[in-house]
């Protein structure tokens, strides 16, 4: 009898723990968590609801060298932009119309954007403003081992460019690459013919002293 109510003693612990920190691992995520250099990106903002009231609102800062391109419009959510000095986009807020549409408790909503990467590698960090109808804003704009993180994609070192309509090409170093394999081919070619050219030599120098010889006798 002991061993059993220690047993589920140790099963509620188990789920206390458990759904105690259910909602700390509930954070807003930008994905993909890993991209390329000036890649045109398709990102996806997901939103989940940690608490039990609704979320009405939400908003994302767009890194300084991240540019923004478009959004998907949702159903029910209204969306908007603002700029900084330079008429970049700087943020994006979803926002519902109707409490109907709103994010309820448990439930998550995706958010579409397409984003040009910076030009160069590295970690890019997503700012989020999340808004409740209780009137409280969790700000997600810690560091990774923050209690309210922000997401961060990681920007590898992409070996193509990008031009303003998304369409990519190789690079210099890329370019080069394929023009030292030809290189490589051709005095490939060269030594092959060298070597037969060689070989048609000696057998036409045996030919010769064998004529010679020949000849002597």
């Given amino acids: 009898m002991i061993h059993k109510k220690k047993f589920l003693s140790g099963l509620v612990a188990l789920a206390a723990v458990f759904f105690i920190a259910l909602p700390v691992s509930a954070h ?35 890194p300084d060298n991240v540019e923004f391109k478009m959004y998907e419009p949702v159903d029910g959510w209204k969306t908007t932009t603002t700029t900084d000095d330079n008429d970049k986009v700087a943020t994006v807020t979803w926002e519902a119309e109707s409490e109907e549409t709103a994010i309820k408790a448990g439930q998550y909503r995706d958010f579409t954007f397409r984003a040009q990467n910076p030009k160069e590698p590295g ?38 460019t990008v031009d303003s309509h998304g369409h990519s090409t190789k690079t210099d170093d890329a370019a080069d690459d394929q023009q030292e394999d030809k290189d490589a081919e051709h005095a490939n070619e060269g030594t092959n013919i060298n070597t037969i050219l060689s070989i048609i030599a000696i057998v036409l ?10 000849r002597k006798k």
Avoid at 33 to 61: H, L
Wanted: proline letters at 4%; zero cysteines; charged letters at 20%.
């Fill in 28 to 62: 807003v995520t930008v994905n993909p968590s890993q991209s390329t250099t000036e890649a045109w990106e398709t990102y996806t903002v997901r939103i989940p609801v940690e608490k039990d009231v609704d979320t009405t609102k939400v908003t994302i800062k767009i």
């Fill in 123 to 160: 970690d890019i960090a997503w700012d989020a403003f999340q808004y409740y109808t209780d009137g409280s804003i969790v700000e997600w704009t810690g560091d990774s081992d923050a209690e309210l993180p922000h997401s961060i994609t990681s920007i590898a070192q992409s070996n193509e």
């Fill in 205 to 214: 120098s045996l030919a010769a002293i064998v004529i010679t010889f020949i």
